[in-house]
């Protein structure tokens, strides 16, 4: 049986992605190059497959990197969404019991 995505991992994935750059993501998420490295080769793992290619100061997306980040935006996005439209109910519950 396969791990779930950890949103974490999704998150780390996705700024490595765009910047090109573990040094760069870490800097972002505010966590360290270790970790954003470790975190890409625990998913890597997970998936079976390799999303970077990984060179001295850069990286760059596989076919199937480039193929997840698609996916991985997409699911942030509805995370986010999903934490919007709950938090809007929840104001409005608020606003109705007073």
């Known amino acids: 049986m396969t791990r779930p995505l950890d949103s974490r991992q999704l998150l780390a994935f ?18 360290t190059q270790s970790a954003i490295s470790h975190a890409m080769r625990a998913l890597e793992e997970d998936l079976g497959c390799l999303l970077f290619t990984r060179g001295r100061r850069k990286v760059q997306l596989t076919d199937a990197g480039v193929r997840f980040f698609h996916e991985a935006e997409n699911i942030l996005g509805e995370m986010e969404r999903a934490r919007a439209s709950v938090l809007s109910v929840d104001a409005e519950v608020s606003a109705l019991s007073r």
Do not use: D, G, N, Y
């Open 14 to 31: 996705v700024c490595a992605a765009r910047r090109l750059s573990f040094t760069l993501a870490a800097e972002e998420l505010h966590l």
